[in-house]
């Protein structure tokens, strides 16, 4: 069984990053992306630190974060008055916003990005599909799935936790089957607080998401 742990919603002015870091770490994370600071406060928010140092699998999409350094720094290299520094390429690899995560969650054995061409689009199926299987399989003891978007307007990060038995407040379990639901919600990249409404809520008993890109995948969410 998978057991949905955690869903989570975050928003941030780029200029209250630092300040939510410090908050989550006690100090700055020095050299750091916004991608990469938005990404450990959620992650921290979402795993208690008892479960830090399982065995831990990051699966995130994003539509601007990557893409927005690369543009940063190709900006700096044809316009700017200055070589850029060597973290400024550092900050556009994906692994590297992991590679600093793995200090503050000892567990973290592997990370996936998948991006995403237009922005309002979200890919939770594959995340929260293949988040199942490799539980089921038994690689990981848990999977956290993320959908991280940091603009120079703002920063948005929602989380989903999905592990392979339940924390003491687990709210629901996820299943995996072949029949959407006509009701399914549609697959965007707030899908997280919607979840969180739907489980405050005394009804209904299930929550489907469905889609476009997986139009025979269901994944539907019962209450415990």
Known sequence: ??????????????????????AAIGKPLRRASGLTQLALVGALASLPAECRDLPTALLWQSTSGLRQETLTLLDEVCNGTAEPMPYD???????????????FLPGLQSATQTPLEQAGTANWSLLLSLAGLW??????AQVLCAHLDCTPEA????????????????????????????????DRPDFPARLADWLHQASPPTLSLHSPAAPRLALEFARL
């Open 89 to 103: 390429f550092l900050a556009t690899q994906p692994a590297i916003a992991a590679a600093q995560l793995q200090a």
């Open 155 to 186: 920063a948005h990060g929602h989380w989903l936790l999905l592990g392979a038995t339940p924390l003491e407040k687990a709210p629901a379990r996820l299943q995996i089957g072949t029949s959407p639901q006509p009701d399914a919600v549609p």
């Open 1 to 22: 069984m998978i057991y949905l742990n955690a869903a989570l919603s975050q928003q941030f002015a780029p200029a209250q990053l630092p300040g939510a870091v410090r």
């Open 135 to 140: 539980l089921a399989e038994g690689r990981y």
